[in-house]
């Protein structure tokens, strides 16, 4: 798993999890910077790709968001789908479950 330098990074590719088909969809959500992930909600940059796109986009897509929001504000580099249960869990409390 990639760990780069929070500092320093400078391209969407380079972020833990993210290759030129997550960082294409990022982009089309105006995010062009992983700084620009800092203070973002990744439910709302999920939905707001669903948008954009008319498609409801994989739900593995909110899980990756989700590491990538956590990473650039300072938590560890950890797989995407080490965020699944924690996304599923916030989606019950969401729908008062």
Known sequence: MKSPDRQTISTLESLPNVGKAIAANLRLINICHPRDLIGKDPVKLHQQLCQI????IDPCVLDTFMSIVYFM???E???WWSFTDERKSEAKK????
């Open 53 to 56: 796109t008319g498609k409801k």
């Open 73 to 75: 504000e300072g938590g």
């Open 77 to 79: 580099a950890r797989p």
């Open 94 to 97: 969401r729908a008062g479950i």
